[in-house]
């Protein structure tokens, strides 16, 4: 029997499209999913990502394509990538998960800082620092879910392009390849490390020049740590004899231990070994190179309440992140103040 809906104008909003087949026969589960693949271009890394067992992601996927009645992937090697139909869910997939982050924020915004979700993507080399600042923000404020995406720089580009994160925190701002705006919230000075039973350790006043004829161990290209280090020679007309590259802190920190050559790190990746640990800190002439923490998102993104919240949080704590730098280099001291007064002139803030 045929249903004919009747509809008259009597003043009330008309009722909005509604997708009655996509509603019966898909799941927001099922769309997450998909968008993962798409995104990742594998069904593993999707799984990974989502706390999922593989045949889980593969039933999921499976279900939706008898959904929408047309493939939504092709194999190509060992990797997937979307068919004309996926890119076209795909796409609304975005949109609408867009809007449902939208909306998701507004309500935290109307609940004040009781609940709500503070999404963090970092570089690498912030992982030492970031887990401080959320852990005290998480006392303060004890119903805020936080998540933390640490990866390479490259990939925190993507990640912001794609919008998947309420902030970031970079050393070095991505200038040029989004517009983005940023606010000094730290310092970061980057020091030169050795061995503890290194010959040059205790010495005082290294020349750039004598530490050039030492083997190195550099980040991979790309990196701001890598990029600053080469610029401070380059100036000074010498060149580093590169041994080893590492995209690990860790990896480098390691193979500076077991002697393969000298590195340069920022201090925050030393503040958990303290003055004592296992690589020493050498005192060398235009060392530690001064840089400074970011906070980063794109120009124009609507802060959530409780990412404005944060990010004024971590501008305050700045005094507290300097002592800890000073316990562990004393001479930083004074550096770090005139840091700061430069650093000051650029300083933004967030209106709340």
């Known amino acids: 029997m045929t249903r004919i809906a009747h509809s008259q104008d009597n003043g009330q909003t008309p009722p909005a499209a509604i997708p009655d087949y996509l509603i019966r026969h898909t799941t927001l589960r099922q769309l997450q999913v998909f968008e993962a693949i ?107 879910e936080l998540a933390l995406k640490v990866t390479n720089r490259e990939r925190i580009i993507e990640r912001m392009h794609a919008n998947e994160d309420d902030l970031y925190i970079m050393g070095q701002a991505p200038v040029g390849q989004i517009d983005v705006e940023t606010y000094h919230f730290a310092p970061n000075p980057l020091v030169l490390i050795a061995p503890r039973d290194h010959p040059l350790v205790g010495k005082k006043k290294i020349s750039l020049s004598r530490i050039s004829k ?51 790190l920022s201090a925050h990746t030393l503040t958990l070994d303290g003055a004592d640990g296992a690589v020493a800190i050498l005192d060398v002439e235009h060392f530690p190179i001064m840089r400074q923490w970011y906070i980063v998102h794109p120009r124009g993104k609507e802060l959530s309440l409780v990412a404005r919240t944060f990010l004024d949080f971590a501008i305050t704590s700045e005094p507290e992140i300097q002592k800890r730098l000073e316990l562990l280099l004393p001479r930083l001291k004074g550096l770090l103040k005139d840091s700061k007064k430069t650093a000051a002139s650029g300083k933004k803030r967030v209106k709340k």
């Open 38 to 144: 798409v995104r990742l271009g594998s069904f593993t890394r999707a799984a990974h990502e989502l706390f999922l067992t593989q045949p889980t992601v593969s039933m999921q996927i499976r279900k939706l394509t008898d959904a929408m009645g047309l493939p939504l992937f092709e194999h190509v090697g060992r990797n997937v990538r979307p068919t004309e139909a996926g890119m076209e869910l795909y796409e609304a997939c975005r949109r609408m998960f867009e809007t449902l982050a939208n909306l998701e924020m507004k309500v935290a915004d109307l609940k004040g800082m009781k609940r709500g979700r503070l999404r963090m993507g970092v570089v690498t080399t912030a992982k030492y620092l970031a887990p401080e600042i959320l852990g005290q923000f998480s006392r303060l404020y004890p119903g805020i």
């Open 214 to 264: 030492e083997p190195f161990i550099m980040r991979e290209p790309g990196s701001g740590i890598r990029d600053a280090t080469l610029r401070l020679f380059r100036s000074e007309g010498l060149h580093p004899q590169v041994r080893m590259e590492l995209g690990s802190n860790e990896a480098i920190k390691h193979s500076v231990v077991g002697g393969l050559g000298l590195a340069v």
